[in-house]
């Protein structure tokens, strides 16, 4: 690909018509599937662009449909009758009103099926795991941290291979009662190479060279798409956000890992071989934190969840490292907690005023435990931006990113989402 932007997900699509998950079937290997033809490519996009529509504007009749997307109203009707057996969209005869003037029956609008449906996702942090089922519009119907207990290495992937599938199980008679699971999507900090569902590097995790796709598929008989929790976060604001995300958007992780993502024309950028350029090293001005690379002031260990909570125990401020305890510091009035996330808000604002002079885009969305809580820390990081841009940009375009406390459920599942907007129609 040679630096050019390309889909978050690979070619193939999850299984549309999988049992429910007592018993999913596999995905099949691309190789598997025969070449598309030039009209099946044709049938594919405009499903997608039905879809599409139908997820921004519903619920909204066919007629609606053709207005929005330019197709014509029998090719809207091909695509609905095809979206609707594949339980992708639901008409809603409750809300068909007839047009004033306009004879026969009304049209009934169409909808996104969100009740039969689900999609699974895991996040693997380093504190803990994060597991979750959410519906097609990406509402979570189901979320659960899974304390990683201080592993590292093989270890956490162990412990994770033996409770997904228990939850996915547990979901099955609960939370996704009566739903189909289509797939499960899985995310990680640090280098992740999508095509091959490998974790290729994860410094604090100690993973090198994962293959998780291969395990979790194994373990659970469903289809997996893996990605980096950054580009996940941006493919997921590009399906649920405003149209500033589809235009160009610059997506920064702040936790125990730092991460970046980028995003153009709806597409969010991979990189060859599908590992993103490593904003984590990105330097920082004044820092002399050794980084696991073996430099100095990177971004990655200067703004990280690690030194911050590191600093706050040495302070005096917490009795662990524990993002809980800072949080309660921090709502409690502690002056002192106060005082270190506004400092680590002065590094991250830096840092996207260093990214948005470089890609120049329409967003800037920034995932941080603090600037979510209390929007006085998104004002301290704005302020921060708004001092070191060369370009002068108005701090507005940075935003928190939108899902709140679910902002890891939504971007474990988004690589599965992400694909299933891109490509809703099963192999010809």
Do not use: K
């Amino acid at each position: 690909m040679n630096g050019t932007a390309r889909s978050t997900t690979p070619s193939t699509a999850p299984a549309r018509h999988a049992a429910p998950h007592a018993a999913p079937r596999p995905a099949s290997h691309p190789a598997s599937h025969p070449a598309p033809r030039a009209g099946d490519d044709r049938r594919e996009a405009n499903a997608a662009t039905v879809l599409r529509a139908v997820l921004d504007h519903g619920p909204v009749a066919r007629s609606g449909v053709s207005r929005l997307t330019g197709l014509s109203p029998a090719a809207v009707s091909r695509q609905t009758v095809d979206l609707l057996r594949l339980e992708l969209l639901a008409e809603r005869p409750e809300l068909a009103v007839a047009a004033p003037g306009v004879r026969g029956r009304p049209q009934l609008p169409l909808d996104i099926d969100d009740r039969r449906l689900a999609v699974a996702g895991l996040h693997v942090g380093l504190p803990y795991s994060t597991f979750a089922l959410l519906d097609l519009r990406g509402r979570v119907l189901f979320r659960q941290e899974l304390p990683n207990g201080g592993r590292r290495g093989p270890a956490v992937l162990r412990a994770l291979l033996d409770r997904v599938p228990r939850l996915l199980a547990a979901a099955a008679s609960g939370a996704a009662a009566g739903r189909r699971v289509l797939g499960l999507g899985a995310v990680t900090g640090g280098a992740v190479d999508a095509e091959r569902g490998v974790t290729v590097r994860h410094e604090p995790l100690g993973w090198r060279e994962v293959p998780l796709r291969e395990l979790l598929g194994r373990a659970t008989g469903l289809p997996v798409r893996v990605d980096n929790h950054a580009r996940a976060l941006a493919a997921a604001e590009v399906l649920f956000g405003g149209p500033a995300a589809r235009h160009s958007m610059v997506q920064l992780f702040v936790g125990h890992v730092v991460d970046a993502s980028i995003s153009v024309a709806g597409t969010v950028h991979q990189g060859p071989p599908s590992v993103t350029g490593d904003g984590g090293h990105l330097p920082v001005p004044g820092s002399t934190a050794r980084c696991h690379c073996g430099r100095r002031g990177c971004l990655s260990v200067a703004a990280s969840d690690d030194t911050l909570f590191a600093a706050a125990v040495e302070r005096g401020v917490i009795a662990r490292p524990d993002r809980q305890l800072l949080l309660a510091a921090v709502r409690s009035g502690d002056a002192r907690a106060d005082a270190l996330v506004r400092e680590r808000a002065a590094v991250v604002g830096g840092a996207l005023a260093l990214l948005a002079d470089v890609v120049n885009p329409d967003l800037l969305v920034l995932t941080e435990t603090f600037a979510l809580a209390d929007p006085v820390y998104l004002t301290a990081v704005r302020e921060e931006f708004a001092l070191r841009s060369h370009l002068h940009r108005d701090a507005s375009l940075l935003v928190a990113q939108r899902f709140g406390a679910d902002a890891l459920a939504v971007a474990a599942c988004a690589p599965v989402l992400g694909e299933l907007y891109a490509r809703p129609l099963p192999g010809f």
